[in-house]
C-alpha cells in the first residue's frame, strides 16, 4: 500500500499567520491517465472530514482562497495563507492513484 | 446533499452489526459510495467502496468480514459487520465519491465499539 507521511505532526500557528503542511508519497502519485489523484481534507474538532483541496492544487468549491495546493510526484504541500480561527483541526492527505484508497496520519493545526 | 449513518453500537466480539447511510439531494444512483473508520482518537482508515454499478472493493483488513451494499430504490448505502474484533471500535464515515476519485461529502458518522 501507498504510506503517506505527512509533516509536521503538529503545527502551531498565530492568527494570520502562513503554514505549509508537507505529504510526501511513497510513490508517485501520477496515475497513468495523467491526473494525480492527491487531495486534501481538514477535520474540524468533533466534525467529520470535508473536502478543501482535490486533484494536488484544485479548490473546492466554498472553501476560501488562503487555502493552495502544490505538487507532484511525490511531494505536496498545503498552504494556508494567513490562519484564521476557523482553520483549526487535523488536516490529512489522501491518495486515490493506488488501490487501496490511503490516508496520512494527519497534521494538527493549533493556536499559539 | 445530505448522508446520514445510523445502526451503530455496542456489540460482543463476533457478534455482527449492519450499519446504515442515507442519502437526500443527489442521484444516489449514479454515485459511488464509500465507507471510511476513524478509531477513537486516531486517523481515518479506508474501510470499502461500492460503484454506481455495485462493483465493490474492501480493505485487506474487513475482507470476507465486512459487506457493502446499495438498495437504490430506498436511496441507502448499507456495511455489514460479521466477526467484529475489538480493533473495529470507530466511528464509521459514509462518504460520496467525487468526480476525480475524491470523497467530496461526508455524513455525521456513527460509532461502532466492540467489546465484551
Known amino acids: 500500500d501507498v504510506v503517506l507521511t505527512q509533516t509536521p505532526p503538529t503545527l502551531s500557528a498565530t492568527i494570520g499567520q502562513s503554514v505549509s503542511i508537507s505529504c510526501r508519497s511513497s510513490q508517485s502519485l501520477l496515475h497513468s491517465n495523467g491526473n494525480t489523484y492527491l487531495h486534501w481534507l481538514l477535520q474540524r474538532p468533533g466534525q467529520s472530514p470535508q473536502l478543501l483541496i482535490y486533484l494536488v492544487s484544485r479548490l473546492e468549491s466554498g472553501v476560501p482562497n488562503r487555502f493552495s495546493g502544490s505538487g507532484s510526484g511525490t511531494d505536496f504541500t498545503l498552504k494556508i495563507s494567513g490562519v484564521e480561527a476557523e482553520d483549526l483541526g487535523v488536516y490529512y492527505c489522501?491518495?486515490?492513484?493506488?488501490?487501496?484508497?490511503?490516508f496520512g496520519a494527519g497534521t494538527k493545526l493549533e493556536l499559539k | 446533499v445530505q448522508l446520514v449513518e445510523s445502526g451503530g453500537g455496542l456489540v460482543q466480539p463476533g457478534k455482527s452489526l449492519k450499519l446504515s447511510c442515507s442519502a437526500s439531494g443527489f442521484t444516489f444512483s449514479s454515485y459511488g459510495m464509500h465507507w471510511i473508520r476513524q478509531a477513537p482518537g486516531k486517523g481515518l482508515d479506508w474501510v470499502a467502496y461500492?460503484?454506481?454499478?455495485?462493483?465493490?472493493v474492501y480493505a485487506d483488513a474487513v475482507k470476507g468480514r465486512f459487506t457493502i451494499s446499495r438498495d437504490n430504490a430506498k436511496n441507502t448505502l448499507y456495511l455489514q459487520l460479521n466477526s467484529l474484533k475489538s480493533e473495529d471500535t470507530a466511528i464509521y464515515y459514509c462518504a460520496r465519491v467525487g468526480g476525480y476519485n475524491y470523497f467530496d461529502y461526508w455524513g455525521q458518522g456513527v460509532m461502532v465499539t466492540v467489546s465484551s
Open positions: 461500492i460503484s454506481s454499478s455495485s462493483g465493490t
Open positions: 489522501v491518495q486515490g492513484t493506488h488501490a487501496p484508497y490511503t
